[in-house]
């Protein structure tokens, strides 16, 4: 029984340590011990701040696009800037203002969790005019501490046309974020062992079982047999008697 309860507690730890959640909740925290925010840059960081928090829909007549000029695989290395470029065509009745462009990390199968908020470029003066075609770069970086693997990356362009903000997500895609350093972590190593020393606990209590399966077997498998004895007294009570007699003739 304890062999069973020190399984299972270690099972429980290795699935918390491998769990996307858990690297999501470690990589929100070290970012923010490292002072790895979001940062804005342009003369109008307060209108920018305004429409962040605010849900917002596409303008009619706004196409927007996505591309990575010097990374076609889209494969980020952690703690590196990457550039991209945002193309925005307005086939619009109105002037298109930019007001910011941010991107955010999520995990694959569920983007409602938030794993990294990614740098929010805001812009000063440009603009998109009508029937008109623009293109803005957009460099981020993702956290150093991020753990390798597949995450969703959100690209949103905010903007406003007379006044009023619409944003555009420009992207809405997988990247595969690889570590920039030694090719075994600290933390890598710890999971490697723990799943070593599961696997081996769990050999052993599999041959443990089976032993004492075996066991039960051979011992249920054993049957008595006797050997019959014929007494002889019995045969002298019987003597005189017509079964006697008959015993005798059948000899």
């Not at 298109?96 to 409602?112: E, M, N, T, W, Y």
């Not at 969703?152 to 997988?174: A, R």
């Not at 600290?186 to 041959?207: A, K, N, P, R, W």
Request: proline share 4%.
């Amino acid at each position: 029984m304890k062999s069973t309860s020190v399984i299972r507690l270690l099972l429980l730890a290795f699935l918390l340590l491998a769990s996307p959640f858990y690297q999501a909740a470690l990589c929100q925290s070290n970012s923010e011990d490292s002072g790895f925010e979001v940062s804005d840059s342009g003369e109008e960081e307060s209108d920018a701040e305004e429409v962040f928090g605010l849900e917002l829909t596409s303008a009619p007549g706004i196409e927007t696009l996505c591309v990575f000029p010097k990374n076609s695989a889209k494969i980020i290395k952690a703690g590196h800037e990457t550039e991209l470029l945002v193309g925005m065509k307005n086939d619009g009745q109105s002037n298109v203002d930019i007001v910011a462009v941010r991107g955010s990390l999520h995990l694959p199968f569920d983007q409602k969790p938030l794993v990294q908020n990614l740098t929010a470029l805001s812009f000063g003066n440009a603009s998109v005019p009508t029937s008109a075609q623009a293109t803005f770069p957009y460099t981020f970086a993702v956290s150093k501490f991020l753990q390798a693997g597949a995450f969703d990356l959100v690209g949103t362009i905010i903007y406003e046309i007379d006044g009023k903000p619409y944003q555009s997500t420009f992207y809405n895609g997988t990247i595969e974020v690889v570590e920039d350093g030694p090719l075994f972590r600290m933390e890598s190593v710890f999971l490697c062992g723990l799943l070593l020393l599961v696997i081996t606990l769990l050999i052993i209590y599999i041959q443990n079982n089976m032993k004492h399966l075996t066991k039960k077997t051979k011992r249920a498998s054993k049957v008595e047999v006797g050997t019959a004895t014929k007494d002889a007294s019995l045969d002298e009570w019987l003597e005189g008697t017509s079964y006697g007699h008959k015993s005798k003739k059948k000899k």
